[in-house]
């Protein structure tokens, strides 16, 4: 697949143009959209079973995941239940995609989409890789190896419909895109392992992921992808594998490390304005502010009927997050309450909560567009 570089300038407003563009769209918009198909291309927090099948210890097959759905039965998703992209495919209309790695996603099970996020997995080839259990081999799908097991989707579908057909399938269909956690989690933010904080300062880190990102959205309008969603990263200084670091007052969170993050969400933000501005007919990226979503939860737990908010659900020692959800571990009885599952991911809950404001939200929820919007537009 070829690459296109695009330099991002994080700076960028684009006011003037994004109106236009956002008119348009008004213009060519259907009350009856429907979206064809769902890909999901991200991390563990929209993983619903890939690393099940690869050699990483970045698993959550296992008692308690999944206690709150499929029965009790754990599926791979790092939550109690549903992940953010299952309940944003039910407001879609579309049931949740298979995962790649999974041998039986094939033929027909293509057909509505398919899941190719990896636990552990970042932008950078690099992110996330002290989590892979075989030496000479990459036990995880970071973003690029995403973007090549689509191309292998991709030649399923040729087999399976006209090229005119395919074109219109795949303009009709939505990307979801989340990633960014695990190139500041599990790197970044990890400089006895990783070398990327003495390299680069927060904003030259940030405008590394946005480059890297751009590319990989560039090659995957190349193949036929018009309509995607750009989730950015939430306030990580908030869960509790950084709050059990100790580097946060009472009742506070890490702000140091949330701070960090307005680069690469102002960056990604724009980079949404830049993808619209004209240079790729018939497309339309669309920004999920996540941060500024979990951060009203953070900050109105009661609102959204929430009362613990500084801890896990599931995990070991200071706030339940220096070790995450353990093999039957119990967890919490009330999960309803609580903010975060484990160390690392929010509940069901919020996951529900998080999907409904990308899919209706307003403006400052989902720009310049929700999901709901987009879906609806013609192609």
């Not at 191309?151 to 895109?177: C, F, G, H, K, W």
Request: glycine share 8%; hydrophobic share 40%; aromatic share 12%.
């Amino acid at each position: 697949m070829k690459s296109t570089s695009i330099n991002i300038n994080i700076k960028m407003k684009g006011s003037v143009t994004m109106c236009l563009f956002v008119l348009v769209l008004a213009c060519c918009s259907s009350v009856h959209g429907a979206p064809t198909a769902l890909w999901v291309f991200g991390d563990s927090l929209v993983d619903n079973g890939n690393n099940n099948f690869l050699n990483s210890v970045a698993k959550s097959n296992y008692f308690p995941y999944g206690i709150d759905f499929n029965r009790g039965r754990p599926t791979g998703r790092f939550s109690n239940g549903k992940t953010f992209v299952d309940f944003l495919g039910e407001l879609l209309g579309l049931a949740a995609p298979p995962p790649f790695a999974d041998p039986n996603t094939r033929a027909s099970r293509i057909l509505g989409g398919v899941n190719y996020a990896s636990a552990a997995a970042g932008i950078l080839d690099e992110s996330g890789q002290h989590y892979v259990t075989c030496s000479i081999c990459m036990e995880r799908y970071p973003l690029s190896q995403q973007v090549i097991n689509f191309e292998s989707t991709l030649s399923q579908l040729r087999t399976m419909m006209s090229p005119d057909d395919l074109n219109s399938y795949l303009s009709r269909s939505i990307a979801v895109m989340v990633f960014g956690s695990n190139d500041y989690i599990n790197n970044y933010l990890m400089p006895s392992i990783y070398t990327s904080s003495i390299n680069y300062n927060p904003q030259q880190f940030a405008n590394l992921l946005l480059n890297r990102y751009a590319r990989q959205l560039v090659a995957l309008y190349s193949v036929g992808l018009r309509k995607f969603l750009l989730a950015g990263v939430g306030p990580l200084g908030c869960i509790p594998n950084q709050l059990a670091t100790g580097q946060a007052p009472p009742g506070r969170c890490v702000d140091y490390v949330n701070q960090m993050l307005g680069s690469f969400n102002e960056g990604l933000r724009s980079l949404v304005s830049i993808m619209n501005n004209g240079t790729h007919p018939g497309a339309v990226f669309v920004y999920g502010n996540t941060y500024a979503a979990i951060g009203d939860i953070l900050n109105n737990p009661s609102r959204y009927g929430f009362n613990v908010w500084d801890r896990a659900c599931c995990g070991v020692g200071r706030n339940q997050g220096q070790i995450t959800c353990l093999p039957y571990q119990f967890p919490c009885l009330d999960r309803s309450k609580y903010i975060f599952w484990d160390a690392f991911h929010p509940t069901q809950a919020v996951n529900a909560i998080l999907a409904q404001r990308a899919y209706s939200g307003p403006p400052s929820d989902c720009y310049p567009i929700n999901v709901q919007q987009m879906a609806a537009i013609n192609a």
